[in-house]
């Protein structure tokens, strides 16, 4: 394992030069964001700056995927992974460098995430006489669908380019910028994305009586829908519904005969899912026959992300060597978060340990001030919001830092050219 020293002479390439071009990577990545499977200019502008850095550069992987390989003699592989998708939401932020593809944002990060990796690739590159091993930096399409790693893992990501010792990755949450969270063990939840169809009877405004209202059958189960946590899971279990979406009709004057809606399920262990989904699923057919539903409302799965599990004792080393070189003080264990990642298929498929943590993305006095006004929830915007902007700095540096730190964690160090052949 490299030393604490090692990852302060690799940092020190991390200068004021390297820096103002990871900020303007930053900025038009940003600008330019992608929806998942969809991320070709992000792709190749990927491919083509890891090519410039001396990498073997693979386009393609899991459909849009890109695979960058460093080998620097003998010694572990390491793969450092970072998504690279964005979101249908209209961006709201009003930067100069805000989204220029209308109703696509970079509304969770992934555009620091691949800007971070990218800087680590050049640090390792440019070090080479530091470690010894395989950087297998890994960028990641669709992780929004829960599809992006397990596309690149069918697509025979380890038959082709070797199997990792570890894998590391990081995602910027709305947390203060300069500091690392990670929590070992169960870390993320499980997701499940349900779209249901309820069918009525469309009629005139006029004659509801004429009508089975799917708009009144759909507002029942939102509200019926908000007991399923409240009422029927344990107080110390944890689980989320949420209905992200509905939508019915096409005018004021007009019934409609159908209405669908999209639910979000997070739960942490199989027994709750299974309570949740079949809550959910009870609870759409009652209110649809307490209508007099004339057809079977249609429950179907848009996607799922299984549970992630940071590895405990890759958490430990990981966690030791990053705080080493931003100092013990600036980590955190957030406990186990409600959000969902498709990160630890990497290592589900392999059977090798994962680590995975967050960084800040808020500007520390903002944060502080809210957090001390008690309006942190309304004054900080969160992941997936229209207002996300992850200050530039100390976000970037920060991530470079972590991803770098962890890295050299895992890579071995030189032979020493004085010690005797074997």
């Not at 995927?65 to 998708?85: I, M, S, Y």
């Not at 406990?335 to 059977?351: C, I, K, L, P, R």
Request: proline letters at 6%; aromatic letters at 4%.
């Amino acid at each position: 394992m490299a030393a604490s020293g090692t990852a302060e002479r690799v940092l020190a390439g991390l200068d004021a030069t390297l820096t103002r071009d990871l900020e303007a990577l930053y900025q038009d990545l940003h600008a330019h964001p992608e929806l998942s499977f969809a991320e070709h200019r992000t792709g190749a502008e990927v491919a083509r700056r890891g090519r410039a850095l001396g990498y073997e550069v693979t386009e393609g992987v899991g459909r849009t995927g890109v695979v960058a390989r460093l080998v620097n003699g003998a010694g572990p592989t390491v793969l450092l992974r970072a998504d690279f998708d964005a979101l249908p939401v209209t961006e709201r932020t009003g930067l100069p460098y805000a989204s220029t593809n209308q109703g696509v944002m970079h509304a969770c990060g992934h555009d620091v995430h691949a800007t971070c990796l990218l800087g680590t690739m050049a640090l390792l590159a440019r070090a080479r006489d530091e470690w010894a091993g395989t950087v297998l930096a890994v960028f990641q399409p669709a992780e929004e669908l829960g599809q992006g790693a397990q596309a690149m893992v069918d697509d025979d990501l380890y038959a082709r380019f070797g199997t990792p010792e570890v894998v590391l990755g990081q995602h910027v949450m709305a947390i203060p910028a300069g500091t690392v969270a990670c929590h070992p063990g169960l870390a993320f939840a499980a997701t499940d994305a349900l779209k249901v169809r309820m069918a009525g009877r469309g009629a005139h405004a006029s004659m509801p009586e004429a009508a089975i209202d799917p708009v009144v059958m759909a507002a029942s189960t939102v509200m019926r829908l908000q007991t399923v946590v409240s009422r029927e899971i344990a107080s110390e279990d944890r689980a989320v519904v949420t209905v992200g979406a509905l939508q019915a009709g096409t005018k004021d004057n007009v019934i409609p005969d159908l209405a669908e809606l999209q639910l979000n399920i997070r739960t942490y262990t199989p027994q709750v899912r299974k309570a949740v989904l079949a809550a959910v699923e009870r609870i759409v057919r009652g209110e649809a026959a307490a209508a007099g539903a004339e057809e079977e409302p249609g429950i179907s799965t848009m996607h799922t992300f299984p549970l992630m599990v940071n590895d405990e004792g890759a958490c430990t080393r990981t966690m030791a060597a990053i705080g080493d070189v931003i100092g013990q003080d600036r980590l955190t264990d957030p406990g186990a978060s409600s959000g969902s990642e498709d990160v630890g298929v990497f290592g589900t498929s392999a059977d090798v340990p994962v680590c995975y943590w967050l960084i800040g993305g808020v500007d520390p006095d903002v944060y502080a001030e809210a957090e001390a006004a008690g309006t942190r929830n309304r004054d900080i915007p969160q992941n997936h919001s229209p207002f996300f902007a992850p200050v530039m700095q100390p976000t970037l540096t920060n991530g470079v830092t972590a991803l770098t730190a962890a890295a050299l964690a895992w890579l071995g160090p030189l032979p020493d050219a004085s010690s005797p052949a074997a």
